[in-house]
T-cell receptor, first 115, second 117 residues
Framework: KAGVTQTPRYLIKTRGQQVTLSCSPISGHRSVSWYQQTPGQGLQFLFEYFSETQRNKGNFPGRFSGRQFSNSRSEMNVSTLELGDSALYLC??????????????FGPGTRLTVT | AQTVTQSQPEMSVQEAETVTLSCTYDTSESDYYLFWYKQPPSRQMILVIRQEAYKQQNATENRFSVNFQKAAKSFSLKISDSQLGDAAMYFCAYRSANTGTASKLTFGTGTRLQVTL
């Protein structure tokens, strides 16, 4: 079974631009979560989608948004990019929404650099 | 809010030796899950071991075991017979059993483990 895939793997953008990152979960997984990883702030939860609905959101500004499609693929969008948005963005999928013993499988991440 | 603390930024162990990585957490909840994740240089986050808070027995996965002390809110990872492939960043993580927030993992700052010959 294929793992979680994220595209693109690397991205360079300029301040003020917007960016869209994509995550394809493992087949059959309906929950997708997004995390931001930076050297200064570590790993921080962005949001989680389940059955096309955002169920949980971290403490990030409204410039960060996401959506999930009917095939469970998810995208996250960052508008008006700032230098501080440079990070590794990780996506994780799970079969159910965080139930007992439900494991989250992570993708390889998208490295975003904002110049 | 829950917090996870890893007080060891870096650790080193010789091949075939045993090393213990520390993790403490703070929560007011009684039901939750704890995890250790490994992130090698390839960046792919891999689940190493999981512990359910309601289980008194410490989890074990091959060479990896935990020492879970619920009252002390401590969750350490022991790696036995260390191998070169164990070199990575290790993150301790907390997940609530509350269905409203059960998808969110709260991570510690990580411990970089070096394995030497």
């Amino acid at each position: 079974k294929a793992g979680v895939t994220q595209t693109p793997r690397y991205l360079i953008k300029t301040r003020g631009q917007q960016v869209t990152l994509s995550c394809s979960p493992i087949s059959g997984h309906r929950s997708v979560s997004w995390y931001q990883q930076t050297p200064g702030q570590g790993l921080q939860f962005l949001f989680e989608y389940f059955s096309e609905t955002q169920r949980n959101k971290g403490n990030f500004p409204g410039r960060f948004s996401g959506r999930q499609f009917s095939n469970s693929r998810s995208e996250m969008n960052v508008s008006t990019l700032e230098l501080g948005d440079s990070a590794l963005y990780l996506c994780a999928s799970s079969m159910l929404r965080g139930w007992d013993s439900d494991e989250q499988y992570f993708g390889p991440g998208t490295r975003l650099t904002v110049t | 809010a829950q917090t996870v603390t890893q007080s060891q930024p870096e650790m080193s162990v010789q091949e075939a030796e045993t090393v213990t990585l520390s993790c403490t957490y703070d929560t007011s909840e009684s039901d939750y899950y704890l995890f250790w994740y490994k992130q090698p240089p390839s960046r792919q986050m891999i689940l190493v071991i999981r512990q359910e808070a309601y289980k008194q027995q410490n989890a074990t996965e091959n060479r990896f075991s935990v020492n879970f002390q619920k009252a002390a809110k401590s969750f350490s990872l022991k790696i036995s017979d260390s191998q070169l492939g164990d070199a990575a960043m290790y993150f301790c993580a907390y997940r609530s059993a509350n269905t409203g927030t059960a998808s969110k993992l709260t991570f510690g700052t990580g411990t970089r483990l070096q394995v030497t010959l």
